[in-house]
């Protein structure tokens, strides 16, 4: 155990110093001056107890729990809390940071803890959980959460109780269902009269400290495109566990509509074709009617044969399993003095049948420069043959067809910029000698046995990485002649997400020294969880920079046990918090205790530990548990500014909403319900405009704008959103 001062144990030997003491009042000036300033002498190392004060006892119990002796140690915890008779005065409160006399502290010092470890190993588990558990109640610690587990582990062991039980929300059954969606949320509850000690949804375990009766669970899980089987496995104290599955069919893409004949019959066009979709199509509507009989559906190819009048401009509209749509107009206008028997031999007659075919309405169509009501340039629209007409390949003279085919993508700029995670594109290819091959980034949207389509109506759902994602859509007839487009989409980060508005943490040597590696282990594995995606600080100095800092502010590691060396370290480092760890080494596995310090007044604002029983193997794991922990001591929350009251502001998010004591937001404008992303962060004199807050409700808060003069800039419905 690390003692922050190393002194505080007495010596009995010691001959007391010779004073010359000032008359009247100074007396108690200099009685003050000692009791703050004068370290209590050491004992010597011969393993007698030479004075009787709690701390001492506390020492003494350390010591005999790390030899073993377990009876001998009970009774000097038991004397700390003054259970037993011994000490001068018990002290019976475990606490973090216990003072012993004057300025002087014990770093922590947890009676009731170790005395609940002697009791686990003496196997009375009664007497083990009621101390471990007034130790948590006084202050929580993982060392006394691991020890509860196991005292309550044994306690059940002999009971006959039933298994771990899932409640999922909403409840599922094994059965498949598809989905459109990118990702799920898994909601539920497990528990069990066994306690909930492990719980992992998808293959990923919980952090779980203690465990409990019943466990509330929510957990967003990635999905991937196809067929997706997450487990979710609870177990409890005992061992016995419970297995539930939720499958989930992704299916992002919209269905495809593809026409294999295009005829004219009268004043009407029959169109004939298949609509495809792999997870199953699941209606056909043609102006909110359904053209299909009933029983058809759901199935992967569903013919189609559709009769309209082009002048009353009809809506067709596909939807698959899943809930994707494709949905088009079709042409508005008959092509002029049609014969419907006669076959289109000219070029120009079959360029007016298709400039009124479907697809070719004139807001469907759009020019690389976004024109509208114009062809796509390079482009040539295709032809449809009425019935009985002759293959259009050839114009009456045998030449060969060196038309290529028509593409349209309905409402898509050649430079795109979007904050979303994926992009929506949807457009028709066409060609009246027909489609062998229609492509997005080289991926046909074609089955072999659809080669020879007059036309393909296709929408995809196309997935954006950061920064610059470039699309090639292309179409080729069958006799090699290719029309191609190219969109690029430029996914931008909203604002608020970027990490340089993050709350800046500095990380310091882990103290004592005597922590050697383990402390350079956990300082780097914190390190490391504090950088992966998704970020919630902004990391600063790693371990080079800190060498600098503490020499040139004159600190010691020592020093570093006190949040003040906090106020001085922010004199160099432009850190706003400082992530402040202490290494306990146990009798019986090591304590990671976190402090968060502001370095602009020295305040903690956020204090959390995580155990190891085993340094070699579990370290690892509890070191990212306590950087999980840290962030979900800083939650993100976003809400708007409700009113002003004078000099501050009211906000719509309070404790409800995760805001805290110690929440600062920054501050942008209202944007636009269209691009709700789209904000901009306020600024005044180059600075962010942040708001701090002062008074925490429930449902609301109230907070100060900064820095000065940044109140004008600050109106009501501005967007905010935590640092």
């Known amino acids: 155990m690390f003692f922050h001062n190393q002194s505080a144990r007495l010596h009995p030997h010691r001959r007391p110093a010779r004073i010359l003491l000032p008359a009247g009042g100074g007396l108690a000036l200099l009685l003050l001056a000692l009791a703050g300033c004068l370290s209590p002498p050491a004992e010597p190392g011969d393993g007698a107890l030479h004075r009787h004060n709690w701390w001492n006892y506390y020492a003494r119990g350390l010591e005999a729990l790390r030899q073993e002796r377990v009876a001998e140690a009970a009774d000097a915890f038991r004397r700390c809390l003054g259970l037993l008779d011994g000490a001068r005065f018990g002290n019976d409160r475990d606490r973090w940071r216990a003072r012993t006399y004057g300025l002087h502290f014990v770093e922590g010092y947890f009676p009731n803890r170790e005395l609940g470890v002697c009791l686990y190993e003496q196997r009375d588990d009664a007497g083990a959980i009621r101390h471990l558990g007034r130790s948590l109640e006084q202050a929580p610690s993982g060392r006394a959460k691991h020890y509860l587990n196991l005292a309550r582990a044994r306690q059940l062991s002999g009971r006959s109780l039933p298994p771990p039980r899932l409640r999922l929300d909403p409840d599922e059954t094994a059965a498949a269902r598809p989905t459109r969606d990118r990702a799920l949320t898994v909601l539920g509850v497990a528990e069990g009269e066994g306690y909930i000690r492990r719980l992992a949804i998808g293959h990923a375990p919980e952090f779980i400290e203690l465990a409990v009766p019943a466990l509330p669970f929510s957990r967003r899980v990635s999905l991937a495109e196809g067929t997706n089987r997450i487990e979710i496995t609870a177990v409890d104290l005992c061992g016995r566990g419970v297995t539930r599955h939720i499958v989930r069919v992704a299916d992002w893409q919209p269905p495809r509509v ?37 029983g058809t559906l759901p199935a992967t190819d569903v013919p189609l044969r559709v009769e309209v009048v082009p002048a009353d401009g009809a809506l067709l509209t596909v939807t698959d399993a899943a809930g994707n749509l494709l949905t088009f107009p079709l042409a508005e206008g008959a092509p002029a003095a049609m014969a419907p028997d006669r076959p289109f031999r000219d070029a120009a007659a079959r360029l007016a049948f298709a400039a009124a075919a479907p697809g070719w309405a004139p807001f469907l169509a759009e020019t690389r420069t976004g024109w509208r009501g114009q062809r796509v340039a390079g482009t040539v629209p295709a032809g449809v043959v009425p019935a009985g007409a002759a293959h259009p390949g050839a114009d009456g003279g045998g030449e060969a067809d060196r038309l290529r085919p028509s593409l349209v993508l309905r409402g898509c700029q050649p430079l795109v910029r979007v904050f979303a995670g994926e992009f929506f594109i949807d457009g028709v290819a066409a060609d009246g000698g027909g489609l062998v091959r229609v492509t997005v980034n080289g991926e046909n949207l074609l089955a072999p046995a659809d080669e020879g389509v007059l036309r393909a109506y296709f929408a995809r759902r196309l997935a954006l990485d950061p920064g610059t994602n470039r699309f090639e859509i292309a179409a080729t007839d069958r006799q090699g002649n290719r029309t191609a487009q190219q969109v690029t989409v430029v996914r931008m980060l909203p604002e608020h997400l970027d990490a340089r508005y993050r709350l800046t943490v500095g990380v310091p040597p882990l103290i004592p020294a005597e922590a050697g590696t383990a402390g350079v282990r956990v300082k780097r594995r914190m390190e490391a969880e504090l950088t992966r995606e998704p970020v919630r600080f902004r990391l600063l100095e790693r371990d080079e ?60 604002v956020f204090t959390s530990d995580v155990y190891s029983p085993d340094a070699a193997d579990g370290l690892d794991e509890a070191v990212a548990g306590l950087v999980l922990k840290v962030g979900q001591g800083f939650p993100l929350v976003s809400g708007q500014v409700w009113k002003r009251q004078g000099s501050q502001f009211v906000l719509n998010v309070g404790r409800a909403d995760g805001t805290t004591e110690k929440s600062r937001f920054l501050v942008f404008d209202a944007g636009s319900a269209a691009e709700p992303d789209a904000v901009r962060l306020c600024k005044a004199g180059g600075r962010p405009v942040q708001l701090r807050i002062e008074r925490l409700q429930q449902t609301t808060s109230t907070a100060s704008a900064q820095p000065s003069g940044a109140e004008a800039l600050v109106k009501e419905g501005c967007h905010v959103y935590s640092r």
């Not at 298949?274 to 009989?293: E, F, Y």
């Not at 976190?594 to 305040?603: I, M, Q, S």
Request: hydrophobic residues 45%; negative net charge; contains cysteine.
């Open 258 to 294: 593809l026409v294999r004949t295009l005829r004219a019959r009268g004043s009407r066009w029959v169109l004939e074709g298949v609509c495809r979709d792999p997870h199953g199509v699941a209606s056909v509507l043609l102006d909110g009617v359904s053209v299909l009989p009933d």
């Open 545 to 604: 920079g800190w060498d600098y800092v503490l020499r040139e502010q004159g600190l010691s590691l020592s020093d570093l046990a006190d949040p003040a060396a906090a106020l001085r370290i922010g004199k160099l480092l432009p850190a706003e918090l400082l992530l402040m760890g202490t290494l306990f080494i146990e009798p019986k596995g090591v304590t990671v205790f976190l402090r968060a310090v502001e370095t602009e007044n020295g305040e903690i």
